[in-house]
């Protein structure tokens, strides 16, 4: 009577050591190096008695197994420097974390693989219409391009255009026209004087004017309430008069 004996086929060893891993649930950084040496020996025996081919990588990880566990088992002298003593697995799990890399992402190709198999392409015939620009273009002249140019810029909303006024006033030309006020009056509010003039331009420049008359002892400002009235009282001298008369 015989029987069929069916192994689990793996790619490598590291393949190997990772179906080791996953089944006994072992920490990756932690791997107990005598338990995971046994049994990766015990899977070589028996793949050796069912009379199979052995890689030479199979049988190198092996030995390198092997040496870690000797590795291991050596006793370590006490070393008082603060240098940490390299551990022997330290190769083996960084081996061990780049082959699990490749082997995701090619689950992931896998999956991506069986997806597509479910769509089937469809051969659709090609729009191969030639068309002739200047077949197209054969009834139309320049003329008519220029036309149709002339059209759109008409159609095109116009611009408005605004006439700008501008005021051509200095702190000079209201200064003596202050002055010609104060000719007949030694007093006046400063209400009055902003009541004459046609915009604010010439308010801001007539208060700037007023401030250098005050600057200059030409006028004296004063104010009987907060926020009331401006008063511009007029200072009697001969030399003002006589600019004033000019």
């Known amino acids: ?46 793949v050796h008695q ?76 090609s729009d191969n219409t030639y068309w002739d620009p200047g077949l197209f273009l054969s009834d139309i002249h320049l003329v008519d391009l220029g036309i149709a140019f002339k059209n759109l810029l008409e159609s095109m909303p116009k611009p408005k255009y605004y006439e700008i006024e501008t005021y051509k006033i200095n702190i000079n030309q209201q200064a003596q026209l202050l002055r010609t006020m104060f000719l007949k009056r030694k007093r006046l509010l400063f209400s009055k004087i902003a009541g004459t003039l046609t915009n604010r331009l010439e308010v801001v420049v007539t208060f700037l004017a007023i401030l250098e008359m005050v600057k200059t002892a030409e006028l004296r400002i004063s104010q009987k309430t907060i926020y009331g009235d401006i008063y511009l009282t007029r200072i009697q001298t001969k030399d003002v008069d006589v600019i004033a008369n000019a």
């Open 1 to 46: 009577m015989s029987y069929n004996v069916k192994l689990d086929v793996f790619e490598g060893p590291l393949d190997l050591l990772l179906f080791f891993i996953k089944r006994d649930e072992i920490n990756i950084y932690d791997i107990p190096i005598s338990y995971i040496t046994r049994e990766y020996l015990e899977y070589l025996e028996v």
């Open 50 to 125: 069912m009379n199979l081919h052995l890689a030479g990588e199979f049988i190198l990880m092996a030995s390198l197994l092997m040496r870690i566990k000797v590795q291991m088992l050596l006793p370590r002298e006490n070393v008082e420097s603060e240098e940490e003593i390299e551990d022997p697995r330290t190769e083996l799990v960084q081996m061990l974390l780049e082959y699990q890399k490749y082997k995701d992402a090619s689950a992931i190709f896998r999956e991506i693989e069986v997806k597509q198999l479910k769509y089937y392409t469809v051969n659709t015939p």
